[in-house]
């Protein structure tokens, strides 16, 4: 009996170092610095220019095998600046890949 038990918790631990070897192996995949080849600039908002706010926003853009970018999510960042990093990031286009990518950028805003 005590050698089933300890069968049995040995083939758990080895399931359980597969299963995150194949997460680590997957994310690792999924997120990677693809080369930038176009980018927008943002527009800079009005109501941040009044208040001379400056800083950046820090974005995690999901970039579909095409180079073109999915979805956007805010990560840090002013709340009158990020709509604006949003808009910009969503037109940017990265080089082609054989699938997804999250890509995270900083977009910088300055009142100059």
């Known amino acids: 009996m005590k050698i089933a038990l300890h069968q049995w918790a040995f083939r758990a631990f080895v399931v359980?170092?597969?299963l995150s070897?194949?997460?680590v192996s997957t994310e690792a995949q999924e997120s990677g610095r693809?080369?930038?080849l176009s980018q927008a600039a943002p527009a800079y908002p009005k109501l941040a220019r009044r208040m001379s706010l400056?800083?950046?926003v820090k974005l995690d853009a999901l970039v579909a095998p095409d180079g073109t970018v999915k979805a956007v999510e805010?990560?840090?960042g002013h709340p009158?600046?990020?709509?604006?990093a949003v808009d910009a990031v969503r037109r940017?286009?990265?080089e082609s890949a054989p699938q997804q990518s999250h890509e995270v950028v900083e977009v910088k805003?300055?009142?100059?």
Not at 80 to 84: E, G, I, Q
Not at 109 to 112: E, K, L
């Open 92 to 94: 940017w286009k990265w």
């Open 80 to 84: 009158v600046l990020a709509p604006a």
């Open 21 to 23: 070897l194949v997460a």
């Open 109 to 112: 805003f300055s009142p100059q």
């Open 16 to 18: 359980a170092a597969v």
């Open 74 to 76: 805010v990560k840090g």
């Open 54 to 56: 400056h800083g950046v």
């Open 34 to 36: 693809r080369r930038l």
